[in-house]
């Protein structure tokens, strides 16, 4: 433990995969790229204290008529588990408040403001410290919530805009956070997007989670409001796992090592999986204590390559250096008969770095980039099994997070959820997160499609079941599918594996169903589980 920040970071370094290794995936392949050399930044935090500071927390909850729809979308008759979302939130939250009220003390302080938003916002609890002594009467206020209306998120947005910056003249030296959490589309009020996205770009940032719940929210507006380093957008799947996205977020605050990390590259370009670019710098909202954070670099002079780690100690400091890092120099056997291979092999970075590009793409794909990007996905897919089961790496978890991103987004892609799950992965992956959205095997993700063809016109429905109902899905129910291309993503002409009556990797191949991921640390894991208890107990 310590408080010196100059102490913060156990280890900054920088290596490359050694030029004399080959590429397991091309990721270089332009004229333009020609000459990089792909390496990583490895930044290892040391373990901090709780932060002594006061938090304030401001909740925006949707309340609309849709928060009293039962949350998986299937009502059992005379069942003790028929749970609507608006249940599974207040259990979540009043977890967390529990969790709040536990660990108050005298340096560390929690004070919440609770708006509720349907056709208009409620400020149900104003700035109002968390203890022992009204947790129970702040838990009561959230029991008596009722779902009505429709969905104002203009006016929620405006509202929560409003609180943390009055707060925040009043209180520099607190950490603020918001935590937006909506089911469905903006039906009252400002429903532009463009004017919903102007108005959280607020002049003075903070922290936001962005939560969309369930099937019916509007994903692409979430994902455009959380074009901000401070900003995230987490899609739940599933209520009963609310209380471990609070967990997470509320983890960052509580140990946050550095905040808002800058990272500057000299001779060299760190990759920004948001952007899908290589740039000079980019910005984080935190990086916890007692964690390993991997960024990826390239370089066409990695020997002169360094990274410069910057951040913020508290909220009201300037920003300070708190590390460089330098390129690990490539290792050379001195002795010509030993056969000792001291190479730096990145190959499983690499193929992270594949899988965030894919992603990326496939969350942004068009009716007319649909087939190609499918295409890459499974000869990638392919590969990356086959690179695995090679080297001994088939149950690797790393390696097999990086296929499940993969597998859901592509036998997601034609849904009207995939781009939510899409994203889900792929800012996960990007921010290394701990918590996972994974896809139900039974009910959302389809089997492979058995197809017979009569022409190339010609296209039989699919049956997809989820949890609602069994359902046809025909192609109006996917993008535009360009004449000739079949529901599988291929045109007659070149047929899938299925087509050749054979199965392929990615037809085989079964998920993880585990709602962490590699990147869990048994800290994370710790306050997860203790803000999430009262859900799972339902």
């Given at each position: 433990?310590?408080?010196?920040?100059?102490?913060?970071?156990?280890?900054?370094?920088?290596?490359?995969?050694?030029?004399?290794?080959?590429?397991?995936?091309?990721?270089?392949?332009?004229?333009?790229?020609?000459?990089?050399?792909?390496?990583?930044?490895?930044?290892?935090?040391?373990?901090?204290?709780?932060?002594?500071?006061?938090?304030?927390?401001?909740?925006?909850?949707?309340?609309?008529?849709?928060?009293?729809?039962?949350?998986?979308?299937?009502?059992?008759?005379?069942?003790?588990?028929?749970?609507?979302?608006?249940?599974?939130?207040?259990?979540?939250?009043?977890?967390?408040?529990?969790?709040?009220?536990?660990?108050?003390?005298?340096?560390?302080?929690?004070?919440?403001?609770?708006?509720?938003?349907?056709?208009?916002?409620?400020?149900?609890?104003?700035?109002?410290?968390?203890?022992?002594?009204?947790?129970?009467?702040?838990?009561?206020?959230?029991?008596?919530?009722?779902?009505?209306?429709?969905?104002?998120?203009?006016?929620?947005?405006?509202?929560?805009?409003?609180?943390?910056?009055?707060?925040?003249?009043?209180?520099?030296?607190?950490?603020?956070?918001?935590?937006?959490?909506?089911?469905?589309?903006?039906?009252?009020?400002?429903?532009?997007?463009?004017?919903?996205?102007?108005?959280?770009?607020?002049?003075?940032?903070?922290?936001?989670?962005?939560?969309?719940?369930?099937?019916?929210?509007?994903?692409?507006?979430?994902?455009?409001?959380?074009?901000?380093?401070?900003?995230?957008?987490?899609?739940?799947?599933?209520?009963?796992?609310?209380?471990?996205?609070?967990?997470e977020t509320i983890h960052?605050?509580?140990?946050?090592?550095?905040?808002?990390?800058?990272?500057?590259?000299?001779?060299?370009?760190?990759?920004?999986?948001?952007?899908?670019?290589?740039?000079?710098?980019?910005?984080?909202?935190?990086?916890?204590?007692?964690?390993?954070?991997?960024?990826?670099?390239?370089?066409?002079?990695?020997?002169?390559?360094?990274?410069?780690?910057?951040?913020?100690?508290?909220?009201?400091?300037?920003?300070?250096?708190?590390?460089?890092?330098?390129?690990?120099?490539?290792?050379?056997?001195a002795n010509a008969s030993?056969?000792?291979?001291?190479?730096?092999?990145?190959?499983?970075?690499?193929?992270?770095?594949?899988?965030?590009?894919?992603?990326?793409?496939?969350?942004?794909?068009?009716?007319?980039?649909?087939?190609?990007?499918?295409?890459?996905?499974?000869?990638?897919?392919?590969?990356?099994?086959?690179?695995?089961?090679?080297?001994?790496?088939?149950?690797?978890?790393?390696?097999?997070?990086?296929?499940?991103?993969?597998?859901?987004?592509?036998?997601?892609?034609?849904?009207?959820?995939?781009?939510?799950?899409?994203?889900?992965?792929?800012?996960?992956?990007?921010?290394?997160?701990?918590?996972?959205?994974?896809?139900?095997?039974?009910?959302?993700?389809?089997?492979?499609?058995?197809?017979?063809?009569?022409?190339?016109?010609?296209?039989?429905?699919?049956?997809?079941?989820?949890?609602?109902?069994?359902?046809?899905?025909?192609?109006?129910?996917?993008?535009?599918?360009?004449?000739?291309?079949?529901?599988?993503?291929?045109?007659?002409?070149?047929?899938?594996?299925?087509?050749?009556?054979?199965?392929?990797?990615?037809?085989?191949?079964?998920?993880?169903?585990?709602?962490?991921?590699?990147?869990?640390?048994?800290?994370?894991?710790?306050?997860?589980?203790?803000?999430?208890q009262s859900t799972e107990?339902?």
């Amino acid at each position: 433990m310590f408080t010196d920040f100059a102490q913060t970071i156990d280890i900054a370094m920088m290596e490359y995969h050694s030029k004399t290794r080959s590429m397991p995936v091309p990721i270089f392949d332009g004229a333009e790229e020609e000459g990089y050399q792909f390496g990583i930044l490895t930044i290892k935090t040391n373990k901090v204290e709780i932060i002594q500071n006061t938090i304030f927390f401001v909740f925006s909850l949707d309340t609309s008529g849709s928060m009293d729809e039962i949350s998986d979308g299937t009502f059992r008759p005379n069942s003790p588990t028929n749970f609507s979302k608006l249940d599974y939130l207040k259990q979540s939250f009043n977890s967390m408040l529990r969790y709040f009220a536990e660990n108050n003390s005298d340096t560390l302080q929690f004070v919440i403001r609770v708006h509720t938003f349907s056709t208009e916002v409620t400020v149900l609890l104003r700035d109002t410290p968390v203890t022992k002594d009204n947790v129970d009467y702040l838990i009561a206020g959230i029991d008596a919530i009722r779902a009505d209306g429709s969905t104002n998120i203009g006016s929620a947005v405006e509202s929560a805009n409003a609180a943390m910056t009055e707060y925040h003249s009043h209180n520099r030296d607190h950490d603020i956070c918001h935590i937006f959490m909506t089911d469905g589309q903006a039906t009252a009020g400002l429903m532009s997007k463009p004017m919903l996205v102007d108005i959280i770009n607020t002049e003075v940032a903070f922290p936001t989670l962005l939560c969309g719940i369930g099937r019916d929210h509007n994903s692409d507006l979430l994902q455009e409001m959380s074009k901000h380093y401070l900003r995230e957008y987490q899609f739940i799947n599933n209520m009963e796992h609310t209380g471990l996205i609070y967990g997470e977020t509320i983890h960052r605050f509580l140990y946050a090592a550095i905040k808002r990390p800058h990272i500057v590259m000299s001779g060299a370009e760190i990759y920004d999986w948001q952007t899908n670019k290589w740039t000079t710098d980019i910005r984080e909202s935190a990086i916890v204590g007692d964690i390993v954070k991997t960024y990826h670099v390239r370089s066409r002079d990695a020997d002169k390559s360094e990274a410069q780690i910057y951040g913020f100690v508290d909220a009201n400091n300037a920003e300070v250096l708190f590390d460089t890092a330098y390129s690990l120099p490539e290792l050379v056997c001195a002795n010509a008969s030993e056969s000792t291979d001291y190479s730096t092999d990145l190959s499983n970075y690499i193929f992270r770095q594949r899988t965030l590009e894919l992603l990326f793409e496939m969350r942004g794909v068009s009716p007319n980039t649909r087939r190609a990007v499918k295409h890459k996905a499974l000869a990638f897919f392919t590969q990356m099994r086959e690179y695995m089961k090679a080297n001994m790496l088939s149950d690797d978890a790393f390696m097999k997070q990086l296929c499940d991103d993969i597998h859901i987004s592509y036998k997601l892609l034609d849904t009207v959820e995939g781009v939510m799950y899409t994203s889900a992965r792929q800012s996960s992956q990007g921010r290394q997160r701990s918590y996972n959205t994974s896809a139900n095997v039974d009910d959302d993700l389809p089997e492979p499609p058995t197809l017979h063809r009569s022409n190339a016109m010609a296209m039989p429905p699919l049956m997809r079941t989820n949890s609602m109902q069994s359902q046809i899905v025909t192609p109006d129910d996917y993008f535009a599918i360009p004449m000739g291309l079949d529901a599988s993503g291929f045109y007659e002409s070149e047929l899938s594996p299925i087509d050749r009556g054979e199965l392929s990797e990615m037809d085989t191949y079964m998920p993880s169903r585990e709602l962490t991921n590699a990147y869990a640390t048994p800290a994370i894991m710790r306050t997860m589980t203790a803000a999430s208890q009262s859900t799972e107990q339902m």
